[in-house]
């Protein structure tokens, strides 16, 4: 009987990912990795994209990291933005990046050390 009782969520769990790879492999989305200096996942970090100053636009898509320090982001419609992305998360030092069109992006970012 306990063999049925998790039936559910993993028949939805195993769709949620088999969805998320779909899309991934539509090329509607981009994940931005987020680590320390030390390669150590960081979750809960804010990701956002904004455009480049002087372009007249405003912020764009933003997500924050998850355990494993993976952002989901939609991808712009444009072929060569001028976005950059921003990385924030209290106790480390917020980092802007140029975007770039890869499936994968990893950034690190570095921790603050009180003094």
Same mark, same amino acid.
């Given at each position: !009987?306990?063999?049925? #009782?998790?039936?559910? &969520?993993?028949?939805?769990? $195993?769709?949620?990912? =088999? +969805?998320?790879?779909?899309? =991934?492999?539509?090329?509607? *989305?981009?994940? $931005?990795?987020? #680590?320390? /200096? ?6 809960? &970090?804010? @990701? /956002?994209?904004? !455009? &480049? #100053? ?8 933003? &997500? /924050? /990291?998850? %355990?494993?320090?993976?952002? !989901? =982001? ?8 001028? +976005?950059?992305?921003?990385? *924030?998360?209290?106790?480390?030092? %917020?980092?802007? $990046? ?7 992006? @990893?950034?690190?970012?570095? %921790?603050?050390?009180?003094?």
């Amino acid at each position: !009987m306990k063999r049925h #009782e998790f039936y559910f &969520a993993r028949t939805a769990g $195993v769709c949620i990912v =088999l +969805l998320a790879m779909s899309c =991934l492999a539509a090329g509607c *989305h981009q994940i $931005v990795h987020i #680590e320390d /200096t030390q390669g150590q996942a960081i979750a809960g &970090a804010q @990701v /956002t994209t904004q !455009m &480049a #100053e002087g372009s007249g636009s405003g912020p764009g898509p933003s &997500a /924050t /990291t998850n %355990r494993f320090g993976d952002a !989901m =982001l939609k991808r712009t419609s444009y072929n060569d933005p001028p +976005l950059w992305i921003i990385v *924030h998360k209290p106790g480390y030092r %917020r980092r802007g $990046v140029a975007y770039s069109p890869d499936d994968k992006i @990893v950034i690190q970012i570095q %921790r603050i050390i009180p003094k």
